[in-house]
């Protein structure tokens, strides 16, 4: 008995409200990366 999946993956990917989502997902992580990027690139205090 094969067990039928909740979402139909590829009709969900397809949709443009879904794209949108994941893009804007894909962005926030570059945005975090290139603010620890920064962050890094400060020259630290040592105490």
Do not use: C, H, W, Y
């Not at 989502?21 to 205090?45: M, Y």
């Amino acid at each position: 008995m094969r067990i039928k999946p909740l979402f139909d993956l590829p009709t969900i990917a397809s949709e443009p409200r879904t794209n949108t989502i994941i893009a804007r997902g894909e962005q926030a992580e570059v945005q975090i990366l290139e603010a620890l990027l920064q962050r890094l690139d400060e020259p630290t205090v040592e105490e």
